[in-house]
């Protein structure tokens, strides 16, 4: 009987988002255009490598970064990259992949609490809704007073409309959800 070898740390990323890490030449273009990589511990390019390489360290130091939950999702890396490569989503499935495995680094927690208020709130209206976001993410994070005076200014600009605003397509939004939730519980 043949055994079915593991898949690598590439496999699982070009499973979750189509993305051939193997295709990088580490041009390094995609983290000359990021906005966040002075602030990160691993750069766009290096993350790619690392997937590249691949093995139990490489992933360690990947699913440990604080570097894939400073991604902002601007895209830059992707419009940049010579090769058709994403980055974004490659980094997107790290993130996803280490909230999976528990590996969340501690002071990263509230990027995480405000990622899950940001799917609830589109999960239910079909799109952001900032009041509702914001009252989510300082009840599951704790961070209650922070920005706190920012919202009678952000009020009194008409920034924050009380009442959520919601799509047509709702039914669709929640039919994707439940096929993500599906294709997650099948892991
Ligand atoms: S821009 Fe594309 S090819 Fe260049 S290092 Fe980044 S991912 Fe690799
Ligand atoms: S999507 Fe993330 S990694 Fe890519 S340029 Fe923007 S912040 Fe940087």
Redesign the pocket.
């Known amino acids: 009987m043949t055994k079915t070898a593991k898949p690598t740390l590439a496999d699982e990323v070009r499973e979750a988002t189509g993305v051939d890490v193997a295709e990088c030449y580490q041009c390094g273009k995609?983290?000359a255009?990021?906005?966040?990589?002075r602030y990160?511990d691993i750069t766009?390019s290096q993350?790619m490598r690392l997937v590249q390489i691949g093995g139990e360290e490489a992933r360690r130091r990947l699913l440990a970064s604080t570097?894939i939950w400073?991604?902002?999702?601007?895209?830059?890396?992707?419009q940049?990259c010579p090769k058709d490569l994403d980055?974004?989503a490659a980094?997107d499935a790290l993130r996803e992949m280490a909230h999976r495995e528990g590996t969340v680094p501690h002071e990263q927690k509230r990027v995480l609490a405000f990622h899950k208020a940001f799917l609830k709130i589109v999960q239910h209206t079909g799109r952001m809704s900032e009041v509702p976001l914001t009252g989510l993410y300082k009840m599951t994070s704790g961070d209650l007073f922070s920005d706190v005076l920012l919202a009678p200014v952000m009020l009194a600009k008409g920034k924050l409309p009380l009442v959520p605003r919601v799509i047509h397509g709702r039914k669709e939004i929640r039919r994707i959800f439940k096929a993500c939730l599906r294709k997650e519980d099948e892991r």
């Open positions: 995609c983290t255009g990021c906005p966040m990589a990160m766009p993350i570097a400073s991604c902002v999702g601007c895209l830059t890396c992707t940049r980055p974004a980094i």
